[in-house]
Each structure stands twice: as structure tokens, then as C-alpha cells.
């Protein structure tokens, strides 16, 4: 069983970086991929980065390449998302999952458990 419990969302001026946690309490987190995936208001929820069971395959949508950074500490169950250089368009919240697959997928469809979300707003 995993659990996912995200961390470290805010409010931040654009410019600014926060850094987000999903953390497992279970005892399997090394036989998944984490992604996080964002959802505004009024929208889409959308893929955000990806990373996979041993933290060698990593992919991000192309907005956020170059200012999200994803990591992952696997002696700690836990994955980060490092966000920098926010802008206004990152409002959302923010929802770490697990997927069996490999290879650290895109589509939510392959995610198996989510977490409850952290919102992060952007101020300009």
C-alpha cells in the first residue's frame, strides 16, 4: 500500500521558488514512478515532471523544463520537486502520484495512488 502526503506548498511572489515533498509511509515506494501533476481552477489537470523507481529516467512538460527540478531520496521515500523561477501560470495545486510502470510516465491514466495536494498561488 502506498500513501502520499505532499508538503511544502505557499504563496510565493513571482520570481520566487518553493520546494515541494511527497513522502510514502509505506514500504514500497521504490517499486513505483512518482509524478506530480497541477490542476488551476477552471482547467485541466496537467502533467507536470516525472521520475522513475530509481531516479535514472526523469521528463517534464516543456513549460516547466530549465525552472521545476524533480529528485527523489529513496532511503527516505521521499520525492521533491524544487520550483524556481515561478510565475503566475504555475497557480494550482499541486498532486504527487505512484505509478507500477516504469519509466516515469506522462499519463495520469498509468498512476495508481495519489496524494490529498499542496497549493502553491504565484502572486505578480
Known amino acids: 500500500q502506498v500513501h502520499l502526503v505532499e508538503s511544502g506548498g505557499g504563496l510565493v511572489q513571482a520570481g520566487g521558488s518553493l520546494r515541494l515533498s511527497c513522502t510514502d509511509s509505506g514500504r514500497t515506494f521504490t517499486m513505483y514512478s512518482i509524478g506530480w501533476f497541477r490542476q488551476a481552477p477552471g482547467k485541466e489537470r496537467e502533467f507536470v515532471a516525472s521520475?522513475?523507481?530509481?531516479?535514472?529516467?526523469?521528463t517534464h512538460t516543456p513549460s516547466v523544463k530549465g525552472r521545476f527540478t524533480i529528485s527523489r531520496d529513496n532511503a527516505k521515500n521521499t520525492v521533491i520537486l524544487q520550483l524556481n523561477s515561478l510565475i503566475p501560470e504555475d497557480t494550482a495545486v499541486y498532486y504527487c502520484a505512484a505509478a507500477p510502470a516504469g519509466g516515469a510516465p506522462q499519463e495520469a491514466t498509468l498512476y495508481r495512488y495519489w496524494g490529498q495536494g499542496a497549493q502553491v498561488t504565484v502572486s505578480s
Open positions: 521520475i522513475g523507481k530509481t531516479g535514472n529516467i526523469i
